[in-house]
């Protein structure tokens, strides 16, 4: 009897001791529901460190982003100034057509007077030019000119008279805004000139024949004027060139027969011309 109750009360001891034991082994393991801490700032701390964490490779992200952008940006400008350089390049073909005035001599006395002033024998021209050239860049124009001038002589001369001038010379031109819709441009050269008047009579059913020709070098060609693009290769525009020249020696014609001559006494001449141009790329 007194085994029996002594067992009985082993058990039940075992019982009490294995219940709170079995308890903290639930609230202990990972893999039984955790209770949440009274406090609640283990969890608050967990999500702070986590938006933080976001926010900071949110910004990580940004900053790649933009390094990224700004790098294909220095990319892109490197390969549009490349490519506008290389597309600047190429040959150009223009045609000009204008008015023109006459200033200053000829030829000089002995005594240094200006006597044969140029507008005692023309008074004004009409010429038309052809430019043949090739941009090394978008701004700088290498090229020749070739110009014929129809001249309207003086009124002393008889109906028979004729007058015309030829200019041929190499200029650089600099153009200030390529590709715009509206380009400025300034240009100087220098070459040769010749003017030639001419002269016919018919007497006794014979014509008779005469001319005189002077030739000289002209120093400077100061050109400049504006394009007004009409498409890509096209543009058309005003224009104005001065010259500044001087006659160094001629020919003269009689009959048939040619007799050369230079001018001693020599003088500065000048031409202001002004009209429109059309310019093509290629």
Not at 82 to 107: D, H, I, M, Q, V
Not at 234 to 250: K, R
Request: with cysteine.
């Amino acid at each position: 009897m007194i085994a029996r109750i002594l067992s009985v009360f082993l058990l039940l001891s075992v019982s009490f001791v294995a219940a709170p034991a079995q308890a903290d082994w639930n609230r202990n393991d990972g893999t039984k529901k955790r209770p949440k801490a009274d406090s609640g700032y283990d969890d608050e701390y967990d999500k702070d460190s986590k938006k933080e964490s976001k926010k900071e490779s949110k910004k990580e992200e940004a900053a790649e982003a933009a390094e990224d952008s700004s790098r294909e940006d220095e990319a892109s400008e490197s390969e549009s100034e490349s490519s506008s350089s290389k597309e600047g390049r190429g040959f150009a073909f223009g045609a000009r057509l204008g008015f023109e005035l006459p200033f200053g001599s000829t030829a000089g006395s002995d005594s240094g007077d200006q006597t044969s002033k140029l507008g005692d024998f023309v008074n004004s021209g009409i010429p038309a030019q052809i430019d043949v050239g090739y941009f090394l860049d978008s701004h700088l124009y290498l090229g020749g000119s070739f110009q014929y001038a129809l001249l309207q002589i003086d009124q002393g001369c008889p109906s028979g008279c004729s007058a015309s001038q030829l200019r041929i010379g190499v200029n650089a031109n600099y153009f200030f805004k390529p590709g715009g819709k509206v380009n400025p441009w300034l240009g100087l050269g220098i070459g040769y000139e010749s003017l030639t008047i001419s002269e016919e009579e018919t007497l006794f059913g014979e014509t008779f024949s005469a001319s005189i020709t002077i030739r000289g070098i002209e120093f400077a060609n100061l050109n400049g004027g504006v394009d007004f693009q009409l498409s890509k290769d096209v543009s058309v525009g005003p224009f104005a060139t001065f010259t500044v020249g001087q006659y160094i020696g001629g020919s003269t014609t009689i009959l048939g027969e040619s007799e050369s001559n230079s001018i001693e006494n020599k003088v500065f001449h000048f031409w202001l011309i002004g009209g429109a141009r059309v310019l093509v790329r290629f």
